[in-house]
């Protein structure tokens, strides 16, 4: 898929306030710093759509990107281990929450995990969440371009052997992506539009 178009539509911390477009959209969640608004940037080929920073906790509201004007792309604030404080940092988990468990036009979230990391009891516990609650979702390895391929393949071995051990029948679709060489960008895109085809169609 090319993308044409990418624009920055509304930011905001309510689902009811977000944008009524009857249209697929795909959010982007993880750990804060873990890549989340590099990656929107890396697929979009736009540097500065997205915000980004090397400090922990740059994105903090619900940011609708309309792309191609077919679809939303959905760049959220990270969990866990932001500098904030814990009154912001609850406020931040029950609006996610309840994008997650309200936002109709959700059709496909991915989860990113930083490929360098042992498998994140957050981690964990956010996909169980979205599990239970019905929300398709893939995973994303970011920052590949921090390992050699066998440490990746070990790790996403690992990864995935701690998940069919426990909750998890198979491991889920997953991706491996750098936004730093553009890694995974087709891949990504591809399964996007895959999808957005399929919708058009049913
Ligand atoms: N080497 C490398 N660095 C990356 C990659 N993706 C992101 N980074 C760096 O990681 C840091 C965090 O990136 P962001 O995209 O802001 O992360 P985020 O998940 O949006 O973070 P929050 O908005 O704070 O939750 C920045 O310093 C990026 O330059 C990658 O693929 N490879
Ligand atoms: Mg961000």
């Given at each position: 898929?090319?993308?044409?178009?990418?624009?920055?539509?509304?930011?905001?911390?309510?689902?009811?306030?977000?944008?009524?477009?009857?249209?697929?959209?795909?959010?982007?969640?993880?750990?804060?710093?873990?890549?989340?608004?590099?990656?929107?940037?890396?697929?979009?080929?736009?540097?500065?759509?997205?915000?980004?920073?090397?400090?922990?906790?740059?994105?903090?509201?619900?940011?609708?990107f309309?792309?191609?004007?077919?679809?939303?792309?959905?760049?959220?604030?990270?969990?866990?281990?932001?500098?904030?404080?814990?009154?912001?940092?609850?406020?931040?988990?029950?609006?996610?929450?309840?994008?997650?468990?309200?936002?109709?036009?959700?059709?496909c979230?991915?989860?990113?995990?930083?490929s360098?990391?042992?498998?994140?009891?957050?981690?964990?516990?956010?996909?169980?969440?979205?599990?239970?609650?019905?929300?398709?979702?893939?995973?994303?390895?970011?920052?590949?371009?921090?390992?050699?391929?066998?440490?990746?393949?070990?790790?996403?071995?690992?990864?995935?052997?701690?998940?069919?051990s426990?909750?998890?029948?198979?491991?889920?679709?997953?991706?491996?992506?750098?936004?730093?060489?553009?890694?995974?960008?087709?891949?990504?895109?591809?399964?996007?539009?895959?999808?957005?085809?399929?919708?058009?169609?049913?």
């Amino acid at each position: 898929m090319k993308i044409k178009t990418a624009n920055f539509v509304i930011s905001n911390s309510d689902v009811a306030k977000c944008p009524k477009d009857r249209i697929a959209e795909y959010a982007f969640i993880g750990r804060s710093n873990v890549g989340k608004s590099s990656l929107i940037n890396m697929i979009t080929e736009r540097n500065k759509l997205a915000k980004t920073s090397g400090r922990p906790g740059k994105t903090q509201l619900i940011n609708h990107f309309k792309i191609n004007n077919e679809w939303f792309l959905v760049d959220l604030p990270g969990y866990g281990y932001a500098r904030v404080s814990k009154s912001i940092k609850k406020t931040f988990q029950s609006f996610i929450k309840k994008y997650f468990l309200n936002r109709e036009q959700l059709v496909c979230t991915f989860v990113l995990i930083d490929s360098r990391l042992e498998p994140q009891k957050i981690d964990l516990e956010f996909m169980e969440f979205l599990g239970e609650n019905g929300i398709p979702f893939c995973i994303i390895f970011t920052k590949v371009d921090k390992l050699k391929l066998n440490e990746l393949n070990k790790n996403i071995q690992f990864y995935s052997k701690k998940m069919t051990s426990t909750l998890w029948e198979e491991m889920p679709q997953y991706f491996t992506t750098s936004a730093s060489n553009s890694t995974g960008k087709k891949e990504l895109l591809n399964y996007i539009d895959q999808i957005n085809n399929q919708l058009e169609k049913s």
